[in-house]
Nanobody, 113 residues
Framework: QVQLVESGGGLAQPGGSLRLSCAAS????????AGWWRQAPGKPREMVASIGAGGDTIYADSAKGRFAISRDKNTVHLQMDSLKPEDTGVYYC?????????WGQGTQVTVSS
């Protein structure tokens, strides 16, 4: 069973930056599609950024130009710059490995002055 461990959340001021990381607990063989999702209070979970097995990336409109997703072996990162209060929420990473979904436990990001 693959476990995903997230890190890097916390409190940031508007305009600040945070870097989230999501590491798989074991080596993964095969093609991986990965992504970061956000759930704000009272709202459904939404995709923020994804990266395909070939390195292709997709961003939510709210993240374009500010966030960057990257992957290094079995770790996926989300660099978040120019943070806004509306970026606040619990961030979850997701790995799709051969059609099977794995989720991290979530990490809180709060953007506030």
């Amino acid at each position: 069973q693959v476990q995903l461990v997230e890190s890097g959340g916390g409190l940031a001021q508007p305009g600040g930056s945070l870097r989230l990381s999501c590491a798989a607990s074991q080596g993964i063989v095969g093609r991986i599609n990965a992504g970061w999702w956000r759930q704000a209070p009272g709202k459904p979970r939404e995709m923020v950024a994804s990266i395909g097995a070939g390195g292709d990336t997709i961003y939510a409109d709210s993240a374009k130009g500010r966030f960057a997703i990257s992957r290094d072996k079995n770790t996926v990162h989300l660099q978040m710059d120019s943070l806004k209060p509306e970026d606040t929420g619990v961030y979850y990473c997701n790995f799709d490995i051969g059609g099977y979904d794995f989720w991290g436990q979530g990490t809180q990001v709060t953007v506030s002055s």
